[in-house]
């Protein structure tokens, strides 16, 4: 009768404890290292079960997700998948999101010129009216570089494009305060806005990023 309590006990402690761990993995992100010295992920029963098909629907999901507040048919135009993604830069700063999407190129090398990349990264909550390389291309070559070449009126312009607070589309037309101590009037309602003196398009708006709204615009914002 001992030997078969024991025997008993011994195989309810080897049925326990893979549940046990099971249920340790599945409250925690971080990886163990699994036989043969790789490296395997302590997720759940669920999500280890999960199939190639199920973990594509969940990614689709979350793209679908980072998309689904945005306006303009410029939106068209910004990558489907990757960091330069809706998806994608909903989870960088502002400054490094834009950095991956190709959209933007010239607008990132400004900010580069400028050394604004770390300032607005690290901004708390802001948003940012970013031209698109049109928007640059339509000021004249030779100027466009002397502006590259002097950083304070390159600073001066960069930072007219960015406001204090995430601004959704409710409130985004009116009177703005820009961070270059200017202030920048947003004219419409709905999905049809334009910026500035020069009225530059809203083509894709309420972009999301880790610490800003962006409004993409076909315009550059003059102070």
């Given at each position: ?15 326990a ?21 790789s ?19 969940s ?8 998309a ?22 909903a ?5 490094t999101a ?6 933007l ?17 690290s ?10 390389n ?22 001066k ?8 607070g995430?601004i959704s ?17 947003v ?10 003196k ?26």
């Amino acid at each position: 009768m001992k030997s078969m309590k024991t025997r008993t006990g011994l195989v309810a402690l080897a049925i326990a404890l893979p549940l046990s761990l099971a249920a340790c993995g599945s409250s925690s992100n971080a990886s163990t290292p699994a036989a043969g010295g790789s490296t395997a992920s302590a997720t759940s029963s669920d999500s280890m079960t999960s199939t190639p098909s199920d973990t594509m629907s969940s990614s689709s999901s979350s793209s679908m997700d980072a998309a689904s507040a945005v306006f303009g048919e410029g939106c068209a135009a910004v990558p489907k998948d990757g960091k330069g993604s809706f998806n994608g830069m909903a989870t960088d700063p502002v400054a490094t999101a834009a950095s991956n999407n190709p959209l933007l190129s010239t607008l990132v090398t400004a900010v580069k010129q400028a050394g604004l990349v770390d300032t607005l990264n690290s901004a708390p909550e802001i948003t940012v009216f970013a031209p698109v390389n049109d928007a640059f291309a339509k000021i004249p070559a030779a100027d466009l570089k002397k502006v590259l070449a002097d950083k304070p009126t390159l600073t001066k312009i960069l930072t007219n494009h960015v406001v204090a607070g995430k601004i959704s589309p409710d409130q985004l037309a009116g009177d703005h305060k820009t961070l270059a101590g200017t202030t920048i009037t947003v004219k419409g309602s709905g999905k049809d806005f334009t910026v500035g003196k020069a009225n530059a398009k809203v083509i894709c708006g309420n972009v999301p990023t880790a610490n800003a709204t962006v409004y993409i615009i076909d315009g550059v914002l003059m102070p």
